[in-house]
């Protein structure tokens, strides 16, 4: 085995039960540093983050600079052009929001891509497999389903798709499905987007050195862009490749470490776009390969998703998850893991060197994304197979001549996830009556104050999963549904919140409505670009009556705790501007005091959408949004004032013991 020689054994290491209180992630860290291979966690020790950087006060817009101002006295200095810190913010923040958006309209974009190709029949690897979902998503914009074939419905659905990505004028098709008082208050502001690629254009062209200097006007155009991912690009990528693959209903998984299993070929995906992941499950249960893998030895091929592409999957097939973004190079410590094959987005360019230490072989397979030192095996959709069979070929020749020490970590827990938008209207009112009556129901009579998004990443600024999981038990405990999208999901699972059962860690009013439903109190709905499902659901909850007139009426909040992505930045603007008030943990890329921070922490919501928060303790973020909550229900006419729970260490030691 090659060690990575990068940890220096005299300087003292962080425990690490204070970096993660994910079991298996601590012992594997525990055994990297034996062996002298680092991982993120002890990067992240390492790496202090530089203080102006964290704040957003420096920029590198032009080569008159880079330009370094004062955070902690903000308004002493401007750059050389005369920017001013606002100035200097907001143009950072909205190339973040360029760069997330980006990432996932470029995903939706390919879903959209594939499914032309599968529509006027070049492609026939897949085949549109939800014919229901591809119906109602066409009603949704217009466009007539009745007695027209699946191949004229789906042909005018992407034509008018495309339009989320290249219209250069207009609005995109799903505003269509924006509550109208909403989408009144974005025409008001001038915020409804064209095209993403307008919008993404638009941006980078305002954030250009001498162009927009005003944080106002910028924050206009953060929110068009936000919007165009939220409503357009990540939409887009949700509802096609339901229509491809399947809408999610409830299943049981497996997930964690534990489910790698020593006597088999294991592989793992990473990434985001489910096509890959689709044809490796077939390529996995052709009888050839396996009966290659146990030729070599094994007893089996075991395939398991880590990420989003973890997430995308099994809420549709129920493939095991083995772990969120913080474990993804943890888990090749194991020693187990055959082959790690990636697409795009949240790959580690440190997944290399792990993976080299253990012999795993790490495979790029997107054009766009390339790893110097990985093995590329490029996914073609005309041909997926190829791709998928020679990343098994792979695998077993590596499980033939394993050489490193296999230590598994036993930890494996249950969940249920896979709680589309559609089932949930299915299981709240059954198949003749489905709607969200009895949730808007049972938020007017109180029983559930409110509904939270808890979504996002893993961060090592912050111990990984405990802020997550933390966060969610005083939310339920306070009578609060939670939806999850991405690895936050995975955080909760681990900690068996995604069951029916923990139904007994929620409040009497949400514990009641869970336990008649049989539903789990946290419900994990998709991977990253899936918080679009969130959307469609406040704009289903709207719809429904009851609750106010538009997204900012409901008693709602969003919160990505661990966050550490562009994406995730994105996703909070795009949350924000609907109207949502959407805390964020970690940090926060914004000095406190300044203008901009006041415009997009309170200002925003003045103007009818939702605004920013930030906090890193969890419980002060469940604070937040649980009196953010409370404001929204008594606007609402819906309550007398209701205290928060707070958890007392009692109430922690029997929900730990739980
Ligand atoms: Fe400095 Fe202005 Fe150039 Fe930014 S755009 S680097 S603030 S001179
Ligand atoms: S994978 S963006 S770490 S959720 Fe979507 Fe997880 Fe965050 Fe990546």
């Known amino acids: 085995m090659e060690i990575q020689k990068k940890i220096d054994k005299d300087k003292p290491l962080v425990p690490t039960g204070e970096l993660t209180t994910c079991e298996a992630t601590q012992k594997m860290i525990a055994k990297g540093r034996l062996e002298g291979v680092e991982t993120a966690f002890d990067r992240a020790v390492n790496m202090k983050a530089c ?29 050389v052009c005369g920017a001013t810190i606002d100035t200097i913010m907001a143009r950072n923040f909205a190339r973040m929001i360029a760069a997330g958006g980006a990432a996932h309209t470029d995903h939706g974009m390919s879903m959209l891509d594939l499914f032309r190709e599968v529509v006027n029949g070049k492609i026939k690897d897949y085949a549109i497999k939800d014919i229901q979902k591809l119906e109602t998503v066409a009603q949704s914009i217009g466009i007539a389903t009745e007695g027209r074939s699946v191949k004229e419905i789906a042909t005018d659905l992407y034509e008018q798709l495309e339009s989320t990505y290249t219209a250069v004028d207009g609005e995109i098709p799903f505003a269509k499905r924006v509550p109208p008082k909403t989408l009144e208050t974005w025409r008001k502001n001038g915020v409804v987007p064209r095209g993403a690629m307008r919008e ?27 919007l165009a991912d939220g409503w357009g690009g990540s939409m887009v990528a949700t509802e096609i490749s339901d229509i491809l693959f399947g809408t999610p209903s409830p299943v049981s998984i497996e997930v964690n470490m534990g489910v790698l299993k020593e006597d088999q070929v294991n592989i793992i995906i990473h990434g985001h776009e489910p096509n890959l992941f689709e044809s490796m499950i077939e390529s996995v249960n052709a009888p050839t390969l396996i009966e290659a893998a146990k030729a070599a030895g094994a007893r089996g091929i075991n395939l398991a998703g880590m990420c989003c592409s973890g997430a995308e999957v099994l809420v549709r097939h129920g493939i095991p998850h083995a772990g969120n973004f913080m474990s993804t190079e943890a888990i090749l410590i194991t020693g187990a893991v055959d082959a790690m094959a990636v697409d795009v987005q949240c790959i580690k360019q440190g997944l290399v060197k792990v993976a080299e230490c253990y012999g795993t072989h790490l495979i790029t397979t997107n054009p766009r994304c390339r790893i110097e030192g990985a093995v590329h095996v490029e996914f073609n959709d005309h041909d997926p197979k190829k791709c998928t069979d020679e990343i098994v070929i792979k695998a077993i020749s590596r499980f033939k001549n394993r050489k490193a020490k296999v230590e598994i970590p036993r930890n494996i827990n249950v969940g249920v996830h896979g709680f589309s938008h559609e089932y949930i209207n299915y299981m709240l009112g059954g198949t003749f009556r489905g709607s969200y009556t009895p949730l808007n129901d049972n938020i007017i009579n109180g029983r559930i104050r409110g509904v939270a998004g808890v979504v996002g990443c893993t961060n090592p600024r912050v111990k990984q999963d405990w802020v997550h999981v933390e966060l969610v038990k005083e939310l339920i405990q306070n009578d609060v549904l939670v939806l999850q999208t991405g690895c936050a999901q995975i955080a909760l699972a681990k900690a068996g919140l995604t069951t029916p059962e923990a139904a007994h860690l929620a409040g009497p009013g949400l514990k009641e409505v869970c336990e008649t439903v049989g539903m789990p109190p946290v419900l994990g709905i998709g991977s990253c670009v899936d918080n679009s499902r969130i959307l469609i659901a406040a704009a289903e909850m709207v719809k429904t009556g009851g609750l106010g007139d538009s997204i900012a009426d409901l008693p709602v909040a969003g919160c990505a705790p661990e966050y550490m992505s562009e994406k995730a930045i994105c996703i909070g603007q795009y949350f924000v501007a609907s109207g949502v008030y959407t805390v964020f943990g970690v940090t926060f890329p914004i000095v406190e005091g300044t203008k901009f921070h006041k415009h997009l922490f309170a200002e925003l919501e003045t ?10 303790d969890p419980h002060d973020i469940a604070r937040l949004m649980i009196a953010h909550i409370d404001k929204k229900r008594k606007a609402l006419g819906l309550d007398k004032a209701r205290e928060r729970i707070l958890m007392d260490m009692s109430d922690r030691r029997s929900i730990d013991a739980a």
């Not at 704040?55 to 401007?78: I, Q, T, W």
């Open 607 to 616: 103007m009818g959408f939702g605004k920013w928060g930030f906090a890193v």
């Open 51 to 79: 203080p102006i950087g964290a704040e957003s006060a420096c920029c590198k817009h032009c080569f008159m600079g880079p330009c370094r101002l004062n955070a902690k006295d903000p308004y002493s200095k401007v750059g």
């Open 200 to 226: 993404i254009m638009e941006i980078m062209h305002r954030s250009h050195m001498g162009v927009d200097q005003d944080y106002t006007n910028i924050t206009r155009q953060c929110s068009r862009t936000a």
